[in-house]
């Protein structure tokens, strides 16, 4: 039986992962949401691993809100960077290998193809900086872990994409989204299975890998897909307006 903690377990992929975790036998999860581990608190998270001997973390805290992050970059870096290292800090003194999951924002998406695993990361807005600067951190000071970048999560837990249209379609009709950026969309859950079997693999050794559900669309063509999907009858067009937005972001997502 394998013992994984969980953090940030009441966001989108914590969620998911809840959903699923009956399904696995052979893991023994425990699930900490913000208020009962906050990463950025290194008593907390003493408190947390001095509890368990976890095998596994499965590092899902953060801060993902893009926008916001341009304004207060000081709070996107102590979660996803300073946070990020207390953690790595307690998984090498406890010995638990850490899964930590980072994004396609890492990089500038300047690049015509999909990014690989070799491509130098270029962050152009400060979530993705603040994203990267954790990644780095964890490669400096560990040995066991795997660092999963993944892009454009959706299901049916908290804000994402998904969940975004159909909010804004039952108050206007007509969605004005934007075409200018291509990436992967992808189902957290397809991710969270993903994780699990991982751990029970496992085999971590310092990996970098890409994670997506690799089918190639624009935020507009997911927009037409999602209200296809939930058969409404809201009418989706093209806008490019990007003074609507603070956050720059990368024209190119895909990640192989
Ligand atoms: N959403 C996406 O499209 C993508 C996400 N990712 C990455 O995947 C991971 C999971 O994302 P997702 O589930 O969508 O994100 P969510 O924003 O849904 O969940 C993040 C969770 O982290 C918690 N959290 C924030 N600050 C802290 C803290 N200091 N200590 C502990 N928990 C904290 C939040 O709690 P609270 O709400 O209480 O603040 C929230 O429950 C993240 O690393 C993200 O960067 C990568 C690519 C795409
Ligand atoms: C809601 C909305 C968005 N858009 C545009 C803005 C932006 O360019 C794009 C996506 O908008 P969002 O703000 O929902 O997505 P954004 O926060 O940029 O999504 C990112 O989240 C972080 C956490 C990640 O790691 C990324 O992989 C990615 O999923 O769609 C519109 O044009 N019209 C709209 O009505």
């Known amino acids: 039986m394998k013992k994984v903690l969980v953090t940030g377990a009441n966001g989108q992929l914590g969620q998911c992962l809840q959903k699923i975790s009956q399904l696995y036998k052979n893991l023994e999860f425990t699930f900490k949401n913000s208020n009962d581990l906050d990463i950025t608190e290194a008593l907390s998270i ?50 638990v290998s850490l899964i930590h999951i980072s994004t396609d924002y890492i990089f500038d998406g300047e690049k015509n193809e999909p990014y690989t695993t070799d491509d130098i990361p270029n962050p152009i807005n400060e979530y993705g900086k603040s994203k990267l600067m954790g990644e780095k951190y964890i490669q400096k000071l560990m040995v066991d872990y795997i660092i999963i970048r993944t892009s454009w999560l959706y299901s049916e837990f908290g804000k994402n994409f998904y969940t975004t249209i159909l909010n804004i379609a039952k108050v206007n009709h007509t969605l004005k989204i934007s075409n200018t950026q291509v990436g992967y969309p992808t189902n957290a859950l397809n991710l969270a299975k993903f994780i699990n079997q991982l751990v029970i693999l496992d085999d971590l ?42 956050a720059p972001r990368p024209k190119n997502s895909r990640l192989d």
């Open 46 to 95: 003493k408190k947390t691993f001095n509890l368990v001997d976890f095998d596994y973390c499965i590092n899902c805290a953060a801060y993902t809100d893009v926008e916001q992050a341009e304004k207060t970059p000081d709070i996107a870096f102590m979660v996803n960077a300073e946070g990020v290292k207390n953690l790595a800090f307690a998984c090498k003194k406890h010995k």
């Open 205 to 246: 050794d310092s990996n970098l890998y890409h994670f997506t559900d690799q089918v190639e669309m624009t935020w507009f063509e997911f927009a037409e897909k999602i209200i296809k999907t939930e058969n409404l009858s809201n009418k989706v067009i093209i806008h490019n307006d990007k003074s609507t937005y603070l």
